[in-house]
């Protein structure tokens, strides 16, 4: 062990860092990110608001975001339905920022967090580089649903401080049942129960939202992000709705002036052109549609989704898999579940893509099969 390894937390030592491959080539399918470049009409009225504020750089910005919180509100209460005050919202550089803040101030050492698995990576990874004890709560293996019954047993079983739930759930893309979360609430008494929505503009009609259950819960928590459906996972803008004290808890933890002027205009001016930004999102759902229908006709086994991906199961080698689709110039993720692959939906060409891709290897496959 180096002089710099024993000088580490031992918490952190042979860890490695989180990252999917960024990788250069043609079709890259592998961070849901959206394929869709930011409109023209909405980087020029970006650049113009920038335009006029680059000068003021030489002070800090709104360390309260103000009119960022403004038309988050008003975003939410547009698409939702749901009313908030600005004392309600919360922002950082991403979803995981917020996420950060969160564990910060409501766990850290002799403290514990629950999810349940497979769910969003960052979950885990974040509890514990910053001291928390995580428990890796299960989901059904074969259909990886979560139960009621399933998640209240093991709730009360770890009696947690935190609990992360994701709907829809990243990477199987399922929507979480939801009476679950208000079970969660009952089981897990002390806890702070983060629901993560990072992909909930591509929920199929009828999903409802944990904002909704807000007025009613002071421990819930609802992150958001505008990553995925706005195409802005560059711009690095996450968010959340939760009881005015859980907002004032997390002053407590962030960073001086955590939110640029930048940034902070960047995702205003977008949230004024939400309408326009959030056009692809049907496309996108077409293509995840098709991609669930088309890897079903191949004999794989798809998981029906709500967001903007799909996991699929019944391949021999994922890892090698996955190998020969990146030979093939096309990038999809291993999330590391035996026999499973994710795919984000992309465009149709590129949908295109990797499905002629991956008919050529389940044909190559079922020939050598029938050979041997």
């Known amino acids: 062990m180096s002089e710099i390894e024993q000088l580490l937390r031992p918490a952190l030592r042979g860890r490695t860092p989180y990252g999917a491959p960024q990788l250069d080539v043609d079709v890259q399918l592998n961070t849901n990110e959206s394929s869709y470049p930011v409109p023209p009409e909405v980087v020029a009225a970006i650049v113009a608001e920038l335009e006029e504020q680059l000068g003021g750089l030489n002070r800090y910005p709104d360390r309260e975001f103000t009119d960022l919180r403004t038309a988050l509100i008003a975003y939410l209460e547009d698409r939702s339905g749901v009313s908030l005050r600005p004392e309600q ?8 920022e917020v996420l950060s803040h ?3 101030a409501f766990g850290g050492p002799d403290r514990t967090a629950l999810g349940f698995t497979p ?25 990886f649903d979560l139960t009621v019954e399933s998640a209240v047993e093991q709730a009360r ?9 994701c709907s829809p759930n990243n990477p199987t893309g399922t929507a979480l049942p939801f009476d679950v979360i208000a079970a969660m609430l009952e089981a897990a008494p002390r806890a702070v129960v983060v629901v993560d929505e990072a992909y909930a503009e591509f929920a199929r009609p009828g999903t409802p939202s944990a904002l909704s259950l807000l007025a009613a819960h002071p421990r819930l928590v609802v992150t958001r992000t505008m990553s995925k459906a706005f195409a802005l996972a560059g711009g690095r803008l996450g968010y959340l709705a939760a009881d005015p004290q859980v907002v004032d ?15 902070q205009t960047i995702a205003r001016v977008s949230l004024e052109h939400a309408d326009r930004l959030l056009e692809t999102v049907d496309a996108i759902k077409e293509q995840r549609d098709r991609l669930v ?41 291993d999330v590391g579940i035996p026999h ?11 949908t295109g893509h990797f499905l002629a ?5 389940v044909t190559t496959h079922a020939s050598s099969q029938e050979a041997s």
């Open 102 to 104: 969160l564990v910060q």
């Open 340 to 350: 499973h692959l994710r795919v984000t939906a992309g465009t149709p060409e590129e």
């Open 119 to 143: 769910a969003y990576s960052m979950h885990p990874i974040i509890s514990e580089t910053l001291g928390t004890t995580w428990v890796d709560g299960q989901r059904d293996s074969d259909s």
């Open 293 to 333: 229908a088309e890897l079903t006709a191949m004999g794989l086994r798809p998981v029906p989704s709500d967001a903007n991906f799909v996991l699929f199961g019944g391949l021999a080698d994922a890892p090698a898999t996955w190998q020969a689709l990146l030979d093939r110039g096309v990038l999809v993720r």
């Open 157 to 165: 079983r770890v009696d947690p401080h935190l609990v992360f739930l």
């Open 89 to 96: 919202v919360w922002a950082g550089n991403g979803s995981n």
């Open 357 to 361: 891709a991956m008919t050529e290897l």
């Open 249 to 263: 808890a997390l002053r407590l933890v962030r960073l001086p002036y955590h939110l640029s002027a930048p940034t």
